[in-house]
């Protein structure tokens, strides 16, 4: 499955023709309603707060290297956070 908004006009074009093409099942996400695919906006806000606005990449392999190191810190030295059940951890 595909969770997306309609993105630009021209890449909401390709992405609806592609699922529908390879039969992937394609769930949309209503304009101004970010919270409907909240997983992800948390992830892209920490993936920009934590790596990509603390460094300058002065080149694609630089650039690589370094977001695949916090990748790899986010995905196996953090323990996973359970989520909150009625304000308590």
Known sequence: MVV?????????HVVFAWCQDTGVERHYIAPGEPQQ???????NGRLRDECLNEHLFPSLAAARRIIEAWRTDYNTVRPPQQPRRHGVR
């Open 37 to 43: 695919n909240g997983f992800v906006e948390s992830f």
């Open 4 to 12: 997306s908004d309609n993105g630009t006009e021209m890449t909401g």
